[in-house]
Every structure is written in C-alpha cells, then in structure tokens.
C-alpha cells in the first residue's frame, strides 16, 4: 500500500522560510512523478509544484514561481519543496502527491493523482 507522509509544516513570520518533506513507501518510488499541492479552507485545492521522476523536469504555479524550489531525492524516497520569501497568501495545508503520468489533469477527479498524503499546515503571519 502506498503511503505519502507530509512534514515540515509550521507556524512562520512573513519573508521566512520552510522546507516540507513527503515520504513516500509502497512503491518503487523513482518511477512516479511527485508533486505539491495546497488548500485554504472554503477553496479548491491547487497546484504548487511537481517534478518528474528522473527531477528533470519541474513546473511550477505562477504565484510561486521564483520562490519555491521542489526536489527529490529518490534513494530516500522522499520529495521536498523548499519555500522562501513566504506571504500570508501562502497559508494553506500543503499535500503530497504521486501519478504514473507527468502530471495534473485540471478535468480529472483529484486531478488524477494516484495517491495523496494527509497534508502540513503551513501558517504564515504578517
């Protein structure tokens, strides 16, 4: 079975910075393309980030363009997404996510993700 385990999550001051890590176990990890989404409460969850499996590629939403970083390290199974010059705008609880294929379908249910973790909150305060 396969599980995504969020963490890095917290509470952070305006302009600061985190790094979240997923953990992924179940499958052969370097197969799948793994990415980042997050959700405010009351709105659809969005698109952050997503790297492929090789890390050859990555993509990433236009508000965080610039200022997030996701990467991967396949020998520890696990997926990061580093974040600077953080904004209250980016409050929210980050998931993990993992697909067979490269790598949001915006009509798809779950944007067609295979699996997703249970989520980090991150809080940013003014």
């Known amino acids: 079975q396969v599980q995504l385990v969020e963490s890095g999550g917290a509470l952070v001051q305006a302009g600061g910075s985190l790094r979240l890590s997923c953990a992924a176990s179940?499958?052969?990890?370097?197969?799948?393309?793994m990415g980042w989404f997050r959700q405010v409460p009351g709105k659809e969850r969005e698109f952050v980030a997503a790297i492929n499996w090789t890390g050859g590629r990555t993509d990433y939403a236009d508000s965080v363009k610039g200022r997030f970083t996701i990467s991967r390290d396949n020998a520890k199974n696990t997926v990061y997404l580093q974040m600077n010059s953080l904004q209250p705008e980016d409050t929210a609880v980050y998931y993990c996510?993992?697909?067979?294929?490269?790598?949001?379908?915006?009509?798809?249910?779950?944007?067609?993700?295979?699996?997703w973790g249970k989520g980090t909150l991150v809080t940013v305060s003014s």
């Open positions: 179940g499958r052969t990890f370097g197969w799948y393309h």
């Open positions: 996510a993992q697909r067979s294929s490269y790598f949001y379908d915006t009509g798809a249910k779950d944007y067609g993700m295979d699996y």
